[in-house]
């Protein structure tokens, strides 16, 4: 993954986002999954992060600052929790986007190639799977798991904080 810098790995993704919400335990699978039944890089991230999907009680990390709370699989983009999984035309859906405009996915038939539904970058806004060539669904994963941590702490429209930054 050139290019990647420190987030090359779905583990550092984990390690940071850990690191910034202050947990210093690991959240292992509470059920672990059989070897091989998911692609590796969503078995890594359930075995660092799985309790955050199964606990309904605390499903969300304060931030350093105390003010923000992170929904961490579905702060804006869903994370879905690869035990539930939802298949559509024998695609594993493992991301869905907040609003509906894409979701990303992988074949369970076949290598864990990363597919989209929906419109996506490369102009094909259809309602079928295509693969999504150049990108892994590790990194696919570290983006919006990245996405999510920071997208609670941005201010919201209207809020005191966006006033301060107009002119």
């Known amino acids: 993954m050139a290019g990647a810098g420190q987030f090359g790995s779905i ?7 850990k ?44 931030l ?18 690869p035990r539930d999984r939802r298949t559509l035309e024998g695609i594993a859906c493992v991301i869905a986007e907040n609003q509906g405009l894409y979701t990303l996915g992988y074949p369970t038939d076949a290598a864990p190639c990363l597919h989209v539904c929906g419109d996506w970058f490369d102009g094909g806004a259809t309602d079928r799977w295509r ?24 201010p919201t429209v209207g809020s005191a904080e966006e006033r301060a930054l107009e002119p």
Do not use: K, M
């Not at 959240?27 to 309790?51: C, V």
């Open 11 to 17: 583990d550092a993704a984990c390690d940071f986002v």
């Open 19 to 62: 690191d910034w919400c202050g947990v210093r335990t690991e959240h292992p699978w509470r059920t672990s999954p059989e070897p091989g039944r998911f692609p590796d890089p969503l078995h890594r991230l359930g075995h660092r992060l799985d309790a955050l999907w199964e606990t309904r009680d605390h499903p969300y990390w304060t």
């Open 64 to 81: 350093p600052d105390q003010a923000h709370t992170v929904p961490l699989f579905e702060a804006q983009e869903h994370i879905f929790d």
């Open 131 to 154: 693969p999504v060539p150049g990108t892994t669904l590790e990194q696919a994963l570290i983006l919006h798991l990245l996405g999510n941590l920071f997208w609670p702490t941005y």
